[in-house]
């Protein structure tokens, strides 16, 4: 090259660009991946839908509130031995947590003992949030924005199991329930709350009745339950009722996998 020609290095195409990717502007590309990476990864996987399982990450195996670790494991393996049964092309109602430790190791864990896949949803924390080794690698993600992270969580789920946690738990709790609620879901979604005895005292589901905020036959949306046999067969009954009986689907529907969740219009 002659010295004196001005040397003009080339500008990467935009979406090799990892400084623009990174910047503000591109901030709307980074949600659109987090939508678009996990849809085509559960249709490679042909996962149709799931049963998700919060918690709190501070309960383990050994220690306090134990007993709900073990129990979380039970439950995911018995919902797994089940649901592997299920003649169908796709995966259903496979196990998902937030891919960390305490109960989300447990659940991940429970359906890895019954041989099965099992998803796990993990997000960046400054504490607590690494990925538990139970998750099937090809289905554990990694999420930047939370409110990514639970739209995946609804997306797919066609029930949740809602065991001892904090301020986490409650919010996904009470957010399902607000969906159900205002009728903006087609899908029947189930909600178990365990451990009725953690839970009462936590929260006082009654007192939002007594004062008029909330709808007696709201309170309907949610069963407590205290043992891994009661909540897998709830959760057996009216997942076979609402989610594997009644009459095909139209040919159109059938054409859609995963089973996305679908607002009312």
């Known amino acids: ?14 979406y090799l660009n990892e400084t623009f990717l990174e910047s503000p502007d591109a901030r709307g590309l980074r949600i659109l ?14 996962i149709q839908d799931t049963i998700v399982f919060f918690g709190s990450a501070r309960i383990q195996e050994e220690g306090p509130l134990s007993e709900y670790y073990r129990d979380a494991r039970t439950l995911a393996r018995l919902i797994t031995e089940w649901s592997s049964k299920i003649e169908a092309q796709f995966h259903r109602f496979v196990i998902c947590s937030g891919g960390g430790p305490g109960i989300m190791e447990a659940a991940n864990r429970g359906a890895s003992d019954a041989g099965g896949k099992t998803i796990g949803l993990n997000i960046g924390l400054p504490f607590e949030q690494r990925p538990n080794p139970y998750i099937t690698p ?23 199991v809602i065991f001892p946690g904090g301020f986490g738990t409650i919010d996904e709790l009470f957010e399902i329930l607000t969906l159900a609620q205002t009728d903006k879901l087609a899908k029947k979604i189930l909600v178990v709350i365990y451990g009725s005895e953690y839970w009462h005292r ?52 059938q ?8 607002t009312r219009p």
Request: proline share 6%; charged share 30%.
């Open 1 to 14: 090259m002659n010295e004196d020609q001005p040397n003009h290095s080339r500008r990467p195409v935009a």
């Open 33 to 46: 991946s987090e939508y678009l990476e996990p849809l085509s990864h559960f249709r490679d996987e042909k």
């Open 138 to 160: 090809e289905l554990m993600f990694e999420f930047h924005y939370f409110f990514m992270r639970k739209f995946w969580f609804a997306y797919l789920a066609k029930a949740l």
């Open 202 to 253: 936590i929260m006082n589901f009654q007192a939002f009745v007594d004062a008029g905020t909330v709808a007696p036959e709201d309170l309907n949306l949610f069963k407590f339950v205290d043992s891994p046999e009661d909540a897998f067969a709830f959760l057996r009954d009216g997942l076979t009722e609402y989610h594997l009986g009644g009459g095909p689907k139209k040919e159109k529907e």
């Open 255 to 262: 054409e859609v996998l995963p089973e996305i969740a679908k």
